[in-house]
């Protein structure tokens, strides 16, 4: 720890937001916290450029507890005091989670309201009356309220921020938010927070900031390769199939693992290959209900589920309007209509994710930055891993760019594989595939969204009435419209390739979860000599040994 380095207990904060610091563990402040506290406090605006993962949200979230708890102590009237926009309902609801846990021992002097998941306005009007004081929601929604009158700041309103701004823009709320503006008082401090500095952030920053303080704290908008490794691996599409499911069945991939695909069909095709070999995954996509998708990133940060497959829609909306094409409408061909408030690569903290795998590359450089930024988020480590096919190698190298800046060695390492050691396994692959048609697709896809929109049901209403049930209800259930045939779950020896032999023993998987033998990250393969020493990951052996936490002792 730098010695100069000011500590939350030094920053004036109430005493309540100290213990609910300490309660969260947090030793000491990041970057961004250590730098926007002290100036929010301050009262200035501020404009953040942080990748995501470093500790941004409290970073904005403590200074406006601790201005609303100050101006409490003099102003007794109840009113709607900072207001937080952001892209998505996720993020959404993941900011008034972190503010409800900043605010555990002052909740009653802190009322925080998210309005941006639920889906009905009216309902939402008795929250607004009771004017918490702090609202959160995406642009569109709080200006419907505004609209409505369900919501009124323009006498009371002291604070703004805007989280993930860049992404407001990407997902179309550019005209929302100004005429929201319109709603606001004239003198209020704001925050603006984004990955990106792009030219519309720099067009808000003139709109909504007074002569702000810009920290842009990293160079770089991925942590560097001590703490996140970043590898790509050129395959086609058979071999993405493939190579996903060596990883996955010779466990060559360990600990939870977001895997990103380019189309919904594409996550219920992978969903349903990898269920041939007895591997459950969640799908997740704008079509679920949004109770449903809150519940499967709850589950899946709890340590419910390995694997999570993600539809990274909005990079595709994005992506299109800015090459000029015509923007999609938000309905796929034969599916429902898409929630345009959707993000799952964006702002959404998922905890401790071991590795993300682009099985399909994406299709600019920021989603990639937004896909990735999921893991080695605070101060884990993480892996990243893209399957690449020939034609997407001008966008690795729009990547490599951006991401490598000044530096001459590539970011993105090759990932050491010999497919052709595989080929053994290309049948059974074949097999699998074969049996994942596309009319088996579609009614996987339709059944999983009756079954949601069951469990959605439930979420809202019997849940709350009998909390404990909440862990039963589950999202990676088998969706079965394939024929399964049950020799794939296993792996005869014969076939695993020998240089193989030694790092993986696929029949022991189930000795091997009794022991919990998670490690996390991709393991390169071994068909190299002496591999390890070289990657911290790859370089891992098991012995058995456990040091205090229960995690297997790397040596
Ligand atoms: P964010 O960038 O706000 O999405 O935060 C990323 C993750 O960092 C969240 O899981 C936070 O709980 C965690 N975090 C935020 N601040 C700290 C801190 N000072 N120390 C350790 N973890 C933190």
């Known amino acids: 720890m730098a010695a100069e380095m000011l500590q939350f207990h030094e920053m004036g904060l109430d005493d309540r937001l100290l213990k609910a610091v300490a309660d969260l563990g947090w030793s000491q402040p990041t970057l961004i916290q250590e730098k926007a506290i002290p100036l929010a406090l301050e009262g200035k605006d501020i404009l953040a450029r942080a990748r995501t993962g470093s500790g941004k949200t409290a970073a904005y979230a403590i200074p406006v507890i601790q201005r609303i708890l100050a101006s409490k102590q003099c102003v007794r ?36 309201a998210d309005i941006s998941g639920k889906a009905d306005v009216s309902t939402q009007r008795p929250i607004l009356m009771e004017k918490p004081d702090v609202v959160v929601g995406t642009p569109s929604r709080v ?103 060596t990883l996955l069945k010779l ?8 895997m990103f695909v380019g189309a919904m069909d594409r996550s219920y095709r992978l969903k349903l290959f990898l269920e041939q070999f007895g591997i459950p995954a969640c799908v997740l996509n704008s079509e679920l209900p949004i109770q449903s998708r809150c519940h499967i990133i709850t589950q899946f940060n709890q340590g419910f589920y390995d694997i999570i497959i993600a539809t990274d829609e909005q990079s595709l909306a994005s992506s299109q309007t800015t090459s000029g094409k015509k923007k999609k409408k938000s309905k796929e061909k034969g599916g429902k209509a898409k929630d345009k408030e959707y993000g799952v690569s964006r702002g959404v903290d998922f905890q401790s994710v071991s590795n ?52 001459a060695d590539p970011v ?85 390739p020998e240089t193989l032999k030694g790092v993986v023993n696929p029949l022991s998987s189930k000795r091997r ?8 990250g991709v393991v390169q393969s071994s068909f190299k000599k002496n591999v390890r020493g070289k990657n911290p990951l790859k370089s891992f052996r098991y012995t058995g040994r456990k040091d205090k936490t229960g995690k297997a002792d790397p040596s």
């Open 513 to 520: 979860r009794r022991m919990k033998f998670k490690p996390g």
């Open 356 to 407: 993300v795998i682009n099985f399909d590359f994406p299709t600019n450089v920021e989603s990639y930055i937004h896909r990735v930024g999921r893991t080695a988020r605070a101060d884990n480590p993480g892996t990243a891993l893209s399957f690449i096919s020939h034609t997407e190698m001008d966008l690795l190298s729009q990547v490599e760019e951006a991401l490598s800046g000044d530096s």
């Open 251 to 258: 466990q060559l991939v360990r600990g939870k693992t977001l």
């Open 77 to 112: 009237e109840q009113d709607v005091r900072a207001l937080v926009l952001v892209p998505t309902k996720e993020l959404g609801q993941q900011v008034q989670i972190m503010m409800r846990q900043l605010t555990s021992y002052c909740s009653r002097d802190v009322r925080v």
């Open 412 to 496: 993105l390492k090759p990932y050491e594989f010999k497919m052709d050691e595989i080929e053994g396994f290309r049948y059974r692959c074949r097999d699998a595939m074969r049996a994942v048609t596309k009319q088996a697709v579609r009614e996987a896809r339709l059944k999983e969204i009756k079954q949601e929109l069951l469990n959605s049901e439930k979420l809202k209403t019997y849940f709350e009435d009998n909390p404990r049930d909440l862990q039963l209800l589950r999202h990676d259930k088998d969706l079965h419209p394939a024929v399964i045939k049950p020799h794939l779950k296993n792996i005869p020896d014969y076939l695993i």
């Open 143 to 245: 200006l419907a309220h505004l609209n409505a009158q369900n919501l009124v700041l323009h006498s009371c309103l002291e604070m703004m921020v805007v989280d993930e701004a860049d992404l407001l823009f990407s997902f179309g709320f550019e005209a929302d938010l100004k005429n929201l503006l319109c709603h606001l008082p004239k003198i209020y401090q704001s925050f603006l927070m984004s990955a990106t500095f792009s030219e519309e952030v720099q067009a808000l920053k003139e709109l909504l900031l007074h002569n702000p303080v810009i920290l842009k704290l990293q160079g770089s908008q991925l942590p560097d390769s001590s703490q996140l490794q970043q590898y790509t691996i050129k395959c086609e599409e058979e071999d993405k199939f493939l190579l996903i499911y």
